[in-house]
């Protein structure tokens, strides 16, 4: 698997006794093996048997993302198409949990609202349309700010390249009308980017299925609200 979170659990040794001496053998973003010993620690013990829990937990969990990230990268591995997170992260865990899928050879999509404006489901029934909801958008949002819409069909694939989005997030669409969406955008507005979304998982075939389409992105929220808990123990010697 690959190692993320490595800093973070030294920090939380440290903090708890500032005499615990750390020396890491591998470094954060690492492929590592089975039984690999990735640190060796130095202290009292009741203060490593203290900090040893939280310091792990940060470790097993965020190496479990990079680990994930890392195996969805590869699915992809050959195309154009980048591996994004999405913000659904673990509250107060965002900038660490993305730092993760960065380590595992991901990209991050947007960290907060102020990042750029996507326009979903509900804003587009609020808004009265996708029309609608992209002008309101465009009156609004700093000039740089690229808008993306939420597409389900690909009528509103259509709808979205009409009202000048920049961004298309096809979401929860199969392969084919996936591959038609694409077809459509690259022949009608080859500037605008791509992006496949929902429920696509994290099962190799699947991604590289979708990748295959010629999307430029695909946003994975199973990066970081599934990733399985990477298996990491503190052994006294």
């Known amino acids: 698997g690959v190692v993320a979170g490595l800093s973070v659990a030294a920090a939380t040794f440290q903090l708890l006794d500032e005499h615990i001496v750390i020396n890491l053998l591998v ?7 089975s039984d690999q010993v990735l640190a060796h620690l130095e202290g009292p013990a009741r203060s490593l048997l203290s900090a040893e829990r939280v310091a792990l937990n940060f470790l097993g969990h965020l190496s479990g993302i990079a680990t994930v990230t890392a195996r969805c990268v590869q699915a992809v591995e050959g195309t154009s198409t980048r591996v994004l997170d999405t913000r659904k992260t673990t509250p107060g865990l965002r900038s660490l949990e993305k730092d993760a899928v960065l380590l595992g050879g991901g990209k991050n999509h947007r960290f907060g609202l102020s990042d ?11 808004a009265g349309g996708i029309v609608q909801a992209v002008t309101a958008a465009r009156r609004s949002a700093q000039h740089l700010l690229k808008i993306e819409v939420e597409c ?7 709808l979205a390249l009409e009202a000048g989005a920049d961004v298309l997030l096809l979401d929860n669409m199969d392969v084919e009308t996936m591959q038609a969406a694409v077809k459509l955008v690259r022949h009608t507005a080859p500037g605008v980017l791509i992006e496949a979304s929902g429920n696509i998982g994290t099962n190799p075939q699947r991604l590289a299925a979708v990748a295959a389409t010629g999307v430029d992105f695909i946003s994975l929220g199973a990066l970081t609200h ?6 990491i123990s503190l052994e006294f010697a």
């Open 116 to 126: 750029g404006v996507l326009i979903k489901d509900n804003h587009i029934k609020a």
């Open 27 to 33: 470094r954060d973003g690492d492929t590592v093996h």
């Open 226 to 231: 599934s990733a399985p808990n990477f298996d």
């Open 152 to 158: 389900e069909t690909l009528a509103e694939v259509s």
